[in-house]
């Protein structure tokens, strides 16, 4: 019998600490009375793209930016606290845990990185010391963080498990494959997709592959897992849900184009946007449509929803945030393009291109 995955975690001190929110990967958080309409509070200036959304945690907000600098926020001012330059890309989100940051970083010439290969680097989230580092392949994969176990990926095709207090390698194992989603944890396996259309599940503990299945396009979607199911996205235009036990596909679902995006999943709907301008509410279940919204571009960045409202963000730069049960359209910014919005402390951070709005309701 399949448990349930674990709910989001519940501490006041970490109330979106990883990419996704939960280790689960399912981007949504409960929030009482977060909801549209929205009175800004304070923006911060990342002065470059913010292509990944934050963590929120430890009283602060910390986000990396597109040209490689982290940087802490204060959540009270939106002033920056202290930053860390990487000399590479910053193509990831960071992580929180055991009173630490980590991040992952890649050299490219994209973000005029005067570093090659990849970094995973971990710091102190009240001064921005660094505790400890790594060398990696180039990696975008965002760090997944559990019972002192790091996970992270890279374009080498490994995936790794560190010590997140020391930095210890505890194993490696090859995909054969470029990776560039970020590992997913549930039932006590990673799942991650790579380049080769293939879906992985590795044992936690030790790494031991447990299922494998291919012939699936190329994964740079991040998988969402629940109900027994891993739900990702594939750039042959499809979404798949596969058997979390033994890999067997249960469903997809094609779309216009490309899919980039990761899902986001919230009372058994599955909710993706595609290259070809659609965003997707999907049956979890059954893999059949419940709704469609057609935006003014594409959709490349995951989705996220916060008391019952999803939003997703398009490459016409505009945000929309939408009824999850409806997909009836509640609020609309004219700002935005990849991963819209995380959550933390009674308040909705809004990631613009090159901006963190944060957002209150507004009173009744």
């Given at each position: 019998?399949?448990?349930?995955?674990?709910?989001?975690?519940?501490?006041?001190?970490?109330?979106?600490?990883?990419?996704?929110?939960?280790?689960?990967?399912?981007?949504?958080?409960?929030?009482?009375?977060?909801?549209?309409?929205?009175?800004?509070?304070?923006?911060?200036?990342?002065?470059?793209?913010?292509?990944?959304?934050?963590?929120?945690?430890?009283?602060?907000?910390?986000?990396?930016?597109?040209?490689?600098?982290?940087?802490?926020?204060?959540?009270?001012?939106?002033?920056?606290?202290?930053?860390?330059?990487?000399?590479?890309?910053?193509?990831?989100?960071?992580?929180?845990?055991?009173?630490?940051?980590?991040?992952?970083?890649?050299?490219?010439?994209?973000?005029?990185?005067?570093?090659?290969?990849?970094?995973?680097?971990?710091?102190?989230?009240?001064?921005?010391?660094?505790?400890?580092?790594?060398?990696?392949?180039?990696?975008?994969?965002?760090?997944?963080?559990?019972?002192?176990?790091?996970?992270?990926?890279?374009?080498?095709?490994?995936?790794?498990?560190?010590?997140?207090?020391?930095?210890?390698?505890?194993?490696?194992?090859?995909?054969?494959?470029?990776?560039?989603?970020?590992?997913?944890?549930?039932?006590?396996?990673?799942?991650?997709?790579?380049?080769?259309?293939?879906?992985?599940?590795?044992?936690?503990?030790?790494?031991?592959?447990?299922?494998?299945?291919?012939?699936?396009?190329?994964?740079?979607?991040?998988?969402?897992?629940?109900?027994?199911?891993?739900?990702?996205?594939?750039?042959?235009?499809?979404?798949?849900?596969?058997?979390?036990?033994?890999?067997?596909?249960?469903?997809?679902?094609?779309?216009?184009?490309?899919?980039?995006?990761?899902?986001?999943?919230w009372h058994g709907l599955v909710f993706i946007g595609s290259y070809d301008g659609t965003f997707y509410a999907i049956n979890g279940g059954t893999g059949s449509l419940r709704w469609t919204y057609h935006a003014g571009g594409r959709i490349?960045?995951?989705?996220?929803?916060?008391?019952?409202?999803?939003?997703?963000?398009?490459?016409?730069?505009?945000?929309?945030?939408?009824?999850?049960?409806?997909?009836?359209?509640?609020?609309?910014?004219?700002?935005?393009?990849?991963?819209?919005?995380?959550?933390?402390?009674?308040?909705?951070?809004?990631?613009?291109?090159?901006?963190?709005?944060?957002?209150?309701?507004?009173?009744?």
């Open positions: 019998m399949t448990r349930p995955t674990k709910p989001p975690p519940k501490s006041a001190a970490l109330p979106w600490p990883t990419y996704g929110a939960d280790n689960a990967r399912l981007r949504a958080v409960a929030a009482p009375g977060l909801r549209p309409p929205f009175r800004r509070l304070w923006t911060f200036h990342g002065r470059g793209l913010l292509e990944f959304p934050p963590a929120v945690g430890y009283d602060s907000v910390f986000e990396e930016a597109f040209h490689g600098r982290l940087s802490s926020i204060d959540p009270a001012t939106g002033r920056t606290r202290w930053s860390y330059e990487a000399h590479r890309c910053g193509w990831s989100a960071p992580a929180l845990a055991d009173n630490l940051v980590f991040a992952t970083f890649i050299g490219n010439y994209e973000c005029k990185a005067t570093r090659s290969g990849g970094q995973l680097v971990a710091l102190d989230p009240h001064t921005g010391r660094v505790r400890w580092q790594r060398a990696l392949g180039p990696s975008e994969s965002s760090p997944l963080v559990a019972d002192g176990n790091l996970y992270v990926a890279d374009q080498n095709g490994y995936v790794y498990d560190f010590s997140d207090r020391t930095g210890h390698l505890r194993w490696r194992y090859s995909t054969g494959a470029a990776i560039k989603a970020s590992p997913t944890l549930a039932y006590g396996r990673i799942y991650i997709g790579n380049y080769d259309g293939q879906m992985l599940a590795l044992d936690a503990r030790t790494g031991r592959l447990d299922w494998r299945t291919s012939g699936y396009g190329r994964f740079y979607s991040t998988a969402s897992v629940n109900a027994g199911r891993v739900y990702v996205g594939s750039l042959d235009g499809r979404v798949y849900a596969f058997s979390a036990r033994n890999g067997a596909t249960l469903w997809s679902l094609g779309t216009g184009s490309y899919v980039y995006a990761s899902p986001a999943v490349s960045g995951a989705a996220s929803v916060v008391d019952g409202i999803v939003y997703f963000s398009s490459f016409d730069h505009r945000t929309y945030g939408l009824t999850a049960t409806s997909g009836r359209l509640r609020v609309e910014w004219p700002d935005g393009e990849y991963s819209p919005v995380v959550a933390g402390n009674g308040r909705l951070y809004f990631i613009g291109l090159g901006r963190i709005y944060a957002l209150a309701a507004k009173s009744r």
